[in-house]
């Protein structure tokens, strides 16, 4: 199938898709709220990830999720897309695709992503995760539900708007004696979602990959997500790392259980975050006003 026609839709489709006549459709188009493009043969044709985009933005409820590709998704009330109970049913019961959809109908309904990771996906993580402690079982159902979880999150980036080459790059991840793939994954979705590029090295990455790293993409701002505990040295470690990358005039953003447990030992001019609603108010303050 053409993969222009696969990733974008005629201004009929998109009105089908919100419920909306199509001459609003045309309208918000020639105002210029939504980005066209023209076929060789002069169709119009609308990305689908910028008519997501508009929709939230706009507040418009998805009336056909199936025409923008995500078939079996249908919308949600606000009041139930924030239902930690609702999410660990579902990761809990093999219901993958019902957990996504979840996500994905919330998130298209308006919810920000800062409100969907601080909310249901860390309430429902750590009533998993605590599951862990029960038996064999436990550690089953928490490997299961945080494979279904890294998926979703995958997913949503099909969703999120292209990153803006004139936007700053921002790179990440865990240290090496962190296992866990999903705050770094919420952490490069935040980032995206303001349209910054991301690089995320993911969990157990050495100190010095993020040195060479910084390097070669030449980030604005590096994220270290310190979930697992740290002992001193690894402590020490990080703490090198903050000073050499502020001497690059590099933003050291540190999050997570044990950046807040260490508070006090980080070198003055790093950024300290305990969830992410505070992290996605710095990537606002970050992000020119005039960046669309």
Known sequence: MNELLTDTLSPKELAMALGVSESSIKRWV????ITVYRTAGGHRRIPRNDAIRFARQKGLRIARADILGLPGLEAVERSDTLDGDLL???LTSQKSDHARNFIHAAYLSGVSLAELFDGPVVAAM???????????????IEHRATAAVEDIISQLGTL???????????????????????PSQMVASMFREHRWRTTNLGPRTPLYSFVDATQEEKPSLVWLALKTELKDDQVSG???LCSRLLEANVLPVLGGSEAVAHEGKWPGGI??????????????????????
């Open 30 to 33: 020639d105002s210029g709220l």
């Open 88 to 90: 660990y049913r579902l």
């Open 126 to 140: 750590k009533r998993i995760g605590e599951e862990w402690l029960s038996g064999k079982q436990g550690i089953y």
């Open 160 to 182: 999120q708007p292209e990153p803006l080459q004139i936007l700053p790059l921002a790179l990440g991840g865990a240290p090496p004696n962190d296992p866990h793939t999903i």
């Open 238 to 240: 990080v703490v090198a």
């Open 271 to 292: 950024r300290l975050v305990n969830s992410m609603t505070e992290l996605d108010q710095i990537i606002a303050d970050l992000t020119p006003v005039d960046a669309s």
